[in-house]
């Protein structure tokens, strides 16, 4: 069974920054690209980060370019979205997804809980 | 204001057959990048419907079909349960600009 978990949310300043990990498991992690997706309260989804399979392309929504980098870790089956600078508009709840197909044509096809950010 | 369109709200009768359409522009759904499309229960995580247009996730009853026609795609339910009562996304790729995935803004389904 497909697992992901996310941790790392939390209160933070704005300008502050935090961390956010992925922990997957029941699938092979190597083999998919991984998205992050957020959604801020009472709003609708927006995609944040996409990252290949080896971490050799990383794709960004315009406003976190600069701020925020996402990595994988193969070894430990891990995702990670480092978020510096971070603004009240930031704050939601961020999702880890498994994506399916290229970045061209992909979807997320399982989802983890999400971790909360918020920035106040 | 999302770069894909999608009715706020939708709602229909148990039983009935319900679509919500999503509206995207040359860059995306007309330039014949898949649509994909999600159902999020109240408190719940998204889970993915429909992906590749028109293609069913193992588990995903065949009351949900997709669309897509120029710049448009749509979600079809037929025989409204009240369990369907939730957020619907659509999502595709645009190509302006560097590129991103672009979700719908979302649709409110209420099943009278």
């Known amino acids: 069974e497909v697992q992901l978990v996310e941790s790392g949310g939390d209160l933070v300043q704005p300008g502050g920054s935090l961390r956010l990990s992925c922990a997957a498991s029941g699938f092979t992690f190597h083999s998919y690209w991984m998205t992050w997706v957020r959604q801020a309260p009472g709003k609708g989804l927006e995609w944040v980060a996409s990252i290949k399979q080896d971490g050799s392309e990383k794709y960004y929504v315009d406003y976190v370019k600069g701020r925020f980098t996402i990595s994988r870790d193969n070894a430990e089956n891990s995702l990670y979205l480092q978020m510096n600078s971070l603004r009240a508009e930031d704050t939601a709840l961020y999702y880890c997804a498994r994506a399916h197909d290229d970045f061209w044509s992909g979807y997320c096809g399982s989802w983890g809980q999400g971790t909360l950010v918020t920035v106040s | 204001q999302s770069v894909l369109t999608q009715p706020p709200l939708v709602s229909g009768a148990l039983g009935q057959r319900v679509t919500i359409s999503c509206t995207g522009s040359?860059?995306?759904?007309?330039?014949?990048?898949?649509v994909h499309w999600y159902q999020q229960l109240p408190g719940r995580a998204p889970k993915l419907l429909i992906h590749t247009n028109n293609n069913r996730p193992s588990g995903v009853p065949d009351r949900f079909s997709g669309s897509r026609s120029g710049t448009s795609a749509s979600l079809a339910i037929t025989g409204l349960q009240a369990e369907d009562e939730a957020d619907y996304y659509c999502?595709?790729?645009?190509?302006?600009?560097?590129?991103?995935?672009?979700f719908g803004g979302g649709t409110k389904l209420t099943v009278l």
């Open positions: 040359a860059s995306n759904i007309g330039g014949s990048f898949n």
């Open positions: 999502q595709s790729y645009d190509s302006s600009l560097s590129g991103s995935w672009v």
